[in-house]
């Protein structure tokens, strides 16, 4: 077998093929296994990691409900009448919770979680990369499942000790989606990424909506005390996930020890095998690709997240529902995003597998159907006055349909750059955190002296204007070709006509292409 060094430019040839089309030897993959791998193992226990990352997460949004006593001097509980005269008979309440917290207390009590979570997105991305992301995902999700347990204790001792908890719970919980981005960029098959991921992080929302109705349900019993019920039940779920993650999953599929080797040369074919590669900072940092990510992930969570922490109080001061209703409704939208999410990826791998749309403009597209749509129907929501079922309808699907993004810019960190794609979730995410705690700030700010409808309109125009804002820039600046700081070395080879890309020039890589192209003769 002989090789030859093509005279042209490496870099020229990279630009002028598709990478989503020639994964590495020329388009020859190895073929896809019939039947359930241990791909879709990973992707199971990851979808139950985010359920429990969720649940985790949401609690507090409905348990704070029930903890804060909504009958002391608060303004802002006293003066919302709004909308009353149209609620159905026996469905609002008034909490005589222990806590006597004003609503910037509370915005700082929701908040707090994103102020650590943000600390840790960039270095989970690289500590993911080099050392693996199963360790660190799953340690992640133990450290929030274990300070959860506590949170009863430490809101009963010192509001400020709580702030604290929420504060390091975020910093374990802030490495797991670069994490599981990492290992991603390593089992993810090149036509199964959207599928793949899509379903891994709709876990998310599932949790959600599994959180949400349960929580207001432990809140008005009497099991363990009411609300502390609700993350005493979370907490330990999580941890018994923890053993199940660490006794099954692995790194990547040359560590399984149980996974087929015709799936294990599927995937490597695929993505190829990485090696520890040193991070290209200052290109990922002045990559228009990547600020495109950034300013399509901002927008996305700005909606979300101020809609996931708000929306239990909403509904409770605006539309008056009690702590129960107050969960079960507030769940809705998450179980549309749900769908949304996992038909998104599906979609979006569809169009790109037939090559309807290249895989920019299959991005751009999904991306779009999941912020303009929301902002639309969050302008519409003064339209529906007092009427309750209009508003819930409204807001439903303003949210829901946010998972759209999911096959949008989602996905578009592994197609830029899987070497290094627990790095670009981390810093996307990083800046994507900040709608977690600003967001809940703007509402307490907003709603702290006047809680009306008025008010939370302003709330839903700000996130109407931030979605639009970025997908805007999603459309002017992403890309869906891998970027050349990808590769850390690249030379141009020529094998019976064939051009492959050589991504690293030790011998093992060398060795692992000689094999690729006899089996693919």
Same mark, same amino acid.
């Given at each position: 077998?002989?090789?030859?060094?093509?005279?042209?430019?490496?870099?020229?040839?990279?630009?002028?093929?598709?990478?989503?089309?020639?994964? +590495? +030897?020329?388009?020859?993959?190895?073929?896809?296994?019939?039947?359930?791998?241990?791909?879709?193992?990973?992707?199971?226990?990851?979808?139950?990691?985010?359920?429990?990352?969720?649940?985790?997460?949401?609690?507090?949004?409905?348990?704070?409900?029930?903890?804060?006593?909504?009958?002391?001097?608060?303004?802002?509980?006293?003066?919302?009448?709004?909308?009353?005269?149209?609620?159905?008979?026996?469905?609002?309440?008034?909490?005589?919770?222990?806590?006597?917290?004003?609503?910037?207390?509370?915005?700082?009590?929701?908040?707090?979680?994103?102020?650590?979570?943000?600390?840790?997105?960039?270095?989970?991305?690289?500590?993911?990369?080099?050392?693996?992301?199963?360790?660190?995902?799953?340690?992640?999700?133990?450290?929030?499942?274990?300070?959860?347990?506590?949170?009863?204790?430490?809101?009963?001792?010192?509001?400020?000790?709580?702030?604290?908890?929420?504060?390091?719970?975020?910093?374990?919980?802030?490495?797991?989606?670069? *994490?599981?981005?990492?290992?991603?960029?390593?089992?993810?098959?090149?036509?199964?990424?959207?599928?793949?991921?899509?379903?891994?992080?709709?876990?998310?929302?599932?949790?959600?909506?599994?959180?949400?109705?349960?929580?207001?349900?432990?809140?008005?019993?009497?099991?363990?005390?009411?609300?502390?019920?609700?993350?005493?039940?979370?907490?330990?779920?999580?941890?018994?996930?923890?053993?199940?993650?660490?006794?099954?999953?692995?790194?990547?599929?040359?560590?399984?020890?149980?996974?087929?080797?015709?799936?294990?040369?599927?995937?490597?074919?695929?993505?190829?095998?990485?090696?520890?590669?040193?991070?290209?900072?200052?290109?990922?940092?002045?990559?228009? *690709?990547?600020?495109?990510?950034?300013?399509?992930?901002?927008?996305?969570?700005?909606?979300?997240?101020?809609?996931?922490?708000?929306?239990?109080?909403?509904?409770?001061?605006?539309?008056?529902?009690?702590?129960?209703?107050?969960?079960?409704?507030?769940?809705?939208?998450?179980?549309?995003?749900?769908?949304?999410?996992?038909?998104?990826?599906?979609?979006?791998?569809?169009?790109?597998?037939?090559?309807?749309?290249?895989?920019?403009?299959?991005?751009?597209?999904?991306?779009?159907?999941?912020?303009?749509?929301? *902002?639309?129907?969050?302008?519409?929501?003064?339209?529906?006055?007092?009427?309750?079922?209009?508003?819930?309808?409204?807001?439903?699907?303003?949210?829901?349909?946010?998972?759209?993004?999911?096959?949008?810019?989602?996905?578009?960190?592994?197609?830029?750059?899987?070497?290094?794609?627990?790095?670009?979730?981390?810093?996307?995410?990083?800046?994507?955190?900040?709608?977690?705690?600003?967001?809940? *700030?703007?509402?307490?700010?907003?709603?702290?002296?006047?809680?009306?409808?008025?008010?939370?309109?302003?709330?839903?125009?700000?996130?109407?204007?931030?979605?639009?804002?970025?997908?805007?820039?999603?459309?002017?600046?992403?890309?869906?070709?891998?970027?050349?700081?990808?590769?850390?070395?690249?030379?141009?080879?020529?094998?019976?006509?064939?051009?492959?890309?050589?991504?690293?020039?030790?011998?093992?890589?060398?060795?692992?292409?000689?094999?690729?192209?006899?089996?693919?003769?």
């Amino acid at each position: 077998m002989s090789f030859e060094s093509s005279s042209e430019d490496p870099m020229d040839y990279l630009k002028t093929k598709d990478s989503e089309k020639e994964p +590495l +030897l020329g388009g020859k993959v190895a073929e896809a296994p019939a039947g359930f791998g241990s791909r879709h193992v990973l992707a199971f226990l990851a979808f139950l990691g985010f359920f429990n990352v969720y649940c985790l997460r949401v609690n507090l949004s409905v348990a704070l409900v029930a903890m804060v006593n909504s009958t002391n001097n608060d303004p802002s509980s006293v003066n919302s009448t709004e909308c009353k005269e149209d609620i159905p008979a026996n469905t609002t309440s008034t909490n005589t919770g222990e806590f006597n917290w004003d609503s910037n207390t509370q915005g700082l009590v929701l908040g707090a979680f994103f102020y650590g979570y943000i600390i840790t997105q960039i270095p989970g991305g690289w500590l993911a990369e080099v050392f693996g992301g199963k360790k660190l995902f799953g340690f992640g999700v133990l450290c929030t499942a274990i300070l959860t347990l506590l949170t009863p204790l430490a809101a009963r001792w010192n509001l400020y000790v709580f702030v604290a908890l929420r504060v390091i719970e975020g910093i374990g919980e802030g490495v797991t989606f670069p *994490a599981m981005n990492a290992m991603w960029g390593k089992w993810a098959p090149l036509w199964e990424r959207s599928k793949l991921l899509s379903f891994t992080y709709s876990g998310a929302q599932l949790g959600t909506v599994f959180s949400m109705p349960i929580s207001g349900i432990l809140c008005k019993s009497d099991f363990l005390g009411g609300w502390p019920s609700v993350f005493y039940l979370f907490g330990a779920i999580g941890c018994v996930w923890f053993v199940v993650w660490m006794l099954v999953v692995h790194d990547t599929p040359a560590q399984h020890p149980r996974i087929s080797q015709e799936e294990k040369d599927y995937i490597e074919t695929s993505v190829g095998t990485r090696q520890k590669l040193k991070t290209p900072w200052l290109s990922i940092w002045t990559s228009p *690709a990547v600020f495109a990510i950034c300013a399509a992930h901002f927008a996305n969570n700005w909606g979300f997240y101020t809609m996931l922490t708000c929306l239990p109080t909403y509904m409770k001061k605006i539309l008056h529902f009690d702590v129960q209703q107050d969960g079960f409704l507030s769940a809705l939208p998450y179980l549309v995003c749900w769908m949304c999410q996992t038909i998104s990826g599906q979609l979006a791998d569809y169009i790109r597998k037939n090559q309807y749309l290249t895989t920019a403009n299959t991005r751009k597209v999904v991306n779009s159907c999941g912020l303009l749509l929301p *902002a639309i129907l969050l302008c519409c929501v003064q339209f529906a006055g007092c009427n309750h079922a209009a508003v819930v309808a409204i807001v439903t699907f303003a949210v829901g349909l946010g998972g759209f993004c999911m096959g949008g810019f989602n996905c578009n960190h592994i197609d830029i750059a899987s070497n290094f794609s627990g790095t670009l979730m981390g810093i996307t995410n990083m800046f994507a955190t900040i709608p977690g705690f600003l967001g809940p *700030a703007v509402v307490g700010w907003l709603t702290s002296h006047e809680d009306t409808r008025a008010k939370w309109q302003i709330v839903f125009y700000i996130s109407a204007a931030i979605y639009v804002t970025g997908c805007i820039l999603f459309n002017v600046f992403a890309r869906g070709e891998e970027q050349e700081w990808n590769i850390p070395e690249v030379s141009v080879l020529v094998y019976k006509g064939n051009k492959i890309n050589e991504r690293d020039r030790s011998e093992s890589s060398q060795n692992s292409i000689s094999s690729r192209i006899q089996s693919a003769q």
